[in-house]
């Protein structure tokens, strides 16, 4: 039976487990967005900054300045209460988070590494995991000798199937590889540089 989807609020974050809902469309920020879902919660934060947002609020008094404030947060409704999205706000700063075609990019330069794979394959794994283009992304991913019989095209072809993929899960996806395995990625293209820089 499919879930029903999630109803998302982007809040301020007092403390753990305190939040303050906003007016987000008495902002200057707002364009229509629905900020209901993860999708238009992302597009309104992707135009602003953390400190734009803040004094933005601040300036149309949609908040008290003494009230307390932790950071920007994104809640969900479970049958427990509210609970708080992991992977947090993207904001216009964010820069590292990548589009579902950059994804799929770095997914095409490191279709040899078996390692990287595994581990984006991992990074694929949800408690809830029922959605059939996650399944079907996994396979993609295990199986991807499979597919580069019929050469980069048919590579590509078969990873774009990331696309399908619930917005809510792809998201996630990409945001745990930006978290989990670019650093790793990016500290030994650097350590790589060091020693090359020593040898010469």
């Known amino acids: 039976m499919p879930q029903q989807p999630r109803i998302y609020c982007l809040v301020i974050k007092r403390k753990n487990n305190d939040f303050l809902p906003v007016d987000w469309n008495l902002t200057k920020f707002y364009q ?7 999708d238009g919660i992302d597009k309104f934060t992707a135009k602003t900054t953390r400190k734009d947002l803040i ?3 601040l300036d149309k008094n949609l908040v008290s300045p003494d009230e307390q404030f932790e950071c920007f947060s994104i809640i969900y409704k479970t049958k427990k209460g509210a609970r ?3 992977e947090g706000v993207i ?9 579902e075609d950059e994804l799929i990019d770095f997914l095409l330069t490191i279709q040899d590494n078996k390692q990287l794979l595994n581990e984006v394959f991992n990074v694929c794994h949800f408690k809830d ?16 000798d499979l597919f580069k019989a019929k050469g980069q095209n048919g590579v590509k072809a078969a990873l774009s199937l990331f696309k399908k993929i619930p917005y809510d899960k792809k998201r996630t ?7 989990t395995i670019f650093p790793r990625i990016t500290k030994k293209l650097e350590s790589n540089k060091l020693e090359l820089k020593n040898v010469a």
């Open 32 to 38: 229509g967005e629905n900020m209901y879902t993860l």
């Open 173 to 179: 996806i990409i945001l745990r590889i930006v978290d």
């Open 55 to 57: 004094n933005e609020i």
């Open 91 to 99: 904001f216009s700063e964010d820069t590292a988070v990548l589009s």
């Open 84 to 86: 708080e999205l992991k």
């Open 129 to 144: 995991d029922d959605d059939e283009q996650v399944k079907e992304f996994k396979f993609v991913i295990k199986q991807l």
